[in-house]
């Protein structure tokens, strides 16, 4: 499994920004994708998330900003991210979580991408 993010840059307070997660191996498997922030010095935040189903979900901090999407078929999670602030400013990094069925029971693999800067100057 493989995770690629991309489409982080820099951008202007108030701008928006398009960022992809292209996943490949089996998705039969995916429970859910995330997407996760992490600025210098501070910890990894859970952003958005979007599950096998559909559901979205998102952190209180950017509900109404960003929007989580997927195209199936390019087997593709997105993060549209409008109204930027100098706040959002970050690495992005994609998160896959999958659930297996086994003889022993389920079992949960997670997988991680490289991430990509987002940087908003104010």
């Known amino acids: 499994v493989q995770l690629v993010e991309s489409g982080g840059d820099l951008v202007q307070s108030g701008g928006s920004l398009r960022l992809s997660c292209a996943t490949s191996g089996s998705i039969s498997s995916i429970d859910a994708i995330e997407w996760f922030r992490q600025a210098p010095g501070k910890e990894r935040d859970l952003v958005a998330s979007i599950t096998s189903s559909g559901s979205a979900s998102y952190a209180h901090s950017v509900q109404g900003r960003f929007t989580i999407s997927r195209d199936i078929l390019q087997n593709t999670v997105f993060l549209q991210m409008n109204s930027l602030k100098p706040e959002d400013t970050a690495m992005y990094y994609c998160?896959?979580?999958?659930?297996?069925?086994?003889?022993?029971?389920?079992?949960?693999?997670?997988?991680w991408g490289q991430g990509t800067q987002v940087t908003v100057a104010s």
């Open positions: 998160h896959r979580k999958d659930r297996v069925a086994t003889i022993e029971g389920v079992r949960e693999f997670d997988y």
